[in-house]
């Protein structure tokens, strides 16, 4: 990844490092169970943490940096001011490009006092970006390859401080991922009901190369944008992307060549 001087000096802050727990550093986090969003049906499920599993995917996995399973294990949860309305992300080249139709990402909600009384998270907003990460110079980032939108309601089991949860989203569209050079990813969550929020994070990841052990972060007015070091704690932001088989295109557009066939039949 190219890296200017501004990130650079960026990179050079460091984070409070395991085991210590901060203000502005790591935390311990726990698993409060999953959810997951089809933008297709506007619908949602939730699956408590005793209940979850990784499923083995059907599709081609190009990035995998979740926790494990049955029970997900971080080594950090990172989090910033709510109010200062915080992004994160990190940059990983992927195992596999192609369309993007489900993603997987985190939300952390800190039991931190650094930021007022904690509180339970009870929604979330969530955008996500897909970035050339050789292109990424500070606060002039490149136009985004893709996004997307999503909303979560946590109803009757609102994240308690001090736990994060795993995000699903499926029926995405219009969202490309290269097979070669390094993706920066971004989300911005906003939240109710949270003073302070965040990512939770792996050593490294299982699928998909990482491209160190900075992260990414920007607020209003802080953090500034940039990339930094977490100390002797390497932060892999979590995240899933799955693509579909090739062979399933190709099957895909067979049935699409026979419709069109038909019609002119």
Do not use: C
């Amino acid at each position: 990844m190219i890296r200017t001087p501004h990130l650079a000096a960026l990179a050079a802050v460091s984070l409070v490092a395991l085991p210590a727990l901060a203000a502005d550093g790591l935390e311990s986090a726990k698993f409060a169970g999953a959810w997951k969003v089809d933008l297709a049906t506007n619908t949602q499920v939730f699956v408590p943490a005793d209940q979850y599993l990784r499923r083995t995917s059907e599709s081609v996995v190009a990035l995998d940096s979740l926790p494990g399973s049955p029970t997900p294990s971080v080594n950090a949860g990172f989090s910033q001011a709510t109010a200062n309305l915080p992004a994160f992300g990190d940059d990983y080249t992927l195992a596999a490009g192609g369309s993007l139709n489900e993603m997987t990402f985190s939300i952390f909600n800190s039991g931190s006092a650094a930021s007022g009384t904690p509180t339970p998270m009870t929604a979330i907003n969530a955008v996500i970006n897909f970035y050339d990460s050789n292109t990424f110079a500070g606060a002039a980032v490149s136009t985004p390859l893709g996004s997307f939108g999503s909303t979560f309601s946590f109803g009757a089991a609102p994240l308690a401080p001090g736990f994060f949860t795993l995000l699903t989203v499926t029926g995405i569209t219009g969202v490309s991922l290269p097979s070669s050079g390094p993706v920066l990813i971004t989300q911005q969550l906003n939240p109710t009901g949270s003073t302070r929020h965040g990512i939770i994070s792996i050593g490294a990841p299982v699928v998909g190369t990482t491209g160190g052990s900075d992260f990414y972060q920007r607020g209003n007015p802080t953090p500034a944008e940039g990339f930094y070091t977490s100390g002797t704690t390497p932060l892999n932001v979590s995240y899933e992307l799955i693509v579909p088989e090739p062979a399933t295109l190709g099957v895909l557009a067979a049935a699409s060549l026979v419709v069109m066939r038909r019609r002119r039949a």
